[in-house]
Every structure is written in structure tokens, then in C-alpha cells.
């Protein structure tokens, strides 16, 4: 798959997970955070697919 196809993909499902997560467990918490735990699932999506490409 293109880079930029799958950057634009984990971005979304980052945002989207990050929503849902941030709802059900700390419904005060503002934009900002969910924000910032969009970015750290972005970040860990990258460093996962890094260690598992790195293994094989």
C-alpha cells in the first residue's frame, strides 16, 4: 500500500480510536487529549509496524 494511503488511514482510525477511548474513560477530558492520544496511537502504530518489519 502507497505511504501516504496508509499514514492518511492511521491517521483516522487514530482519531476515531482515540474519541471513543477518550469518551468512555474520562468524558471531561477536552479536545487537546484526544488529540495527543490520537498522535501516541499514530506514533505507536509506526513503531510497532517498525519492530515487527525489523523481526522477519
Known amino acids: ?3 501516504l494511503s ?3 488511514i492511521r491517521v ?3 482519531g ?3 474519541y471513543i477511548i ?3 474513560f474520562r ?3 477536552g479536545p487537546w487529549f484526544i488529540a495527543g492520544l ?3 496511537l499514530v506514533i505507536m502504530a ?3 509496524d517498525f519492530v515487527r518489519t525489523r523481526r522477519q
Open 46 to 48: 509506526y513503531l510497532l
Open 1 to 3: 500500500m502507497h505511504e
Open 12 to 14: 483516522c482510525l487514530g
Open 16 to 18: 476515531v480510536f482515540a
Open 38 to 40: 490520537a498522535v501516541f
Open 27 to 29: 468524558p471531561d477530558a
Open 6 to 8: 496508509m499514514f492518511i
Open 22 to 24: 477518550t469518551r468512555l
